[in-house]
């Protein structure tokens, strides 16, 4: 016996409906997609063209640092204002160091530029601490945290309104080091010559850079959040 078989016009156009909706889905996905990621291509775009110019701000200070260290302290720039430096006095009297701009007092940007970071004062007007309810010295890492460049009365600012950025500068450790070996170091500086008419008889030690952990920080003035911060390990 033999059946024939009859395709209902109905059941055609339901099979072609679906098809048409799955290829429909198919194509709104690959769409949804594409505008996914031309979206996010754009965000990450406006994002790291925000950063470059915080970053740009970074390392723009980094790279005035070394005169601020060379100088012992002298850097007269806006945000800045030292005219003039620190005198270090003896290297292994850790208590002697004066500030020419502070009146030739003892302060904590000079202790920073002279003695090691176990010599800074953790007490009185000099103080380098950053927590007074913690026992001993206690340095933030943080350089809006008494910034030793940069602060609210005297902010570093670059740029111009309103993408300017507002720059902080903090040294959070200091290793001691000694003169070069070029001559005889006078008080309070790194390398110089002495007053004597022959070099017989006289040790040069070992060179040995003072060597400064420092942290920058750049933000927006208007958003915070459009920032870049660095660490810069300075030999001198």
């Not at 790194?190 to 942290?215: D, K």
Request: hydrophobic share 35%.
């Amino acid at each position: 016996m033999r059946y024939n078989h009859f395709h209902h016009p109905m059941n055609e156009r339901g099979v072609a409906l679906v098809m048409v909706l799955m290829l429909s889905l198919i194509g709104l996905a690959i769409v949804s997609a594409l505008l996914y990621l031309i979206t996010q291509g754009t965000t990450m775009s406006g994002a790291m063209r925000f950063y470059r110019s915080a970053e740009d701000a970074s390392v723009g200070t980094a790279e005035i640092l070394p005169d601020y260290f060379e100088n012992r302290g002298v850097l007269n720039i806006m945000g800045a204002p030292y005219a003039s430096g620190c005198n270090c006095g003896d290297p292994l009297d850790p208590s002697d160091n004066t500030d020419e701009n502070a009146g030739n007092a003892r302060t904590c940007r000079c202790d920073k530029l002279c003695n090691s970071t176990a010599d800074w004062m953790d007490s009185g007007t000099a103080s380098c601490d950053d927590n007074g309810g913690v026992a001993g010295l206690q340095v933030d890492l943080d350089p809006r945290t008494n910034p030793d460049l940069g602060d609210n009365a005297n902010p570093i600012l670059l740029g111009v309104a309103p993408n300017q950025y507002r720059v902080y500068v903090k040294i959070v450790d200091t290793v001691r080091g000694n003169s070069d070996v070029g001559g005889i170091a006078a008080p309070g500086e790194l390398g110089g010559q002495g007053v004597v008419t022959s070099t017989s008889g006289v040790v040069s030690p070992p060179a040995a850079p003072y060597l400064y952990r420092t942290e920058i920080l750049a933000e927006n003035t208007t958003n915070p959040r459009e920032n870049s911060r660095m660490s810069v390990l300075y030999a001198y």
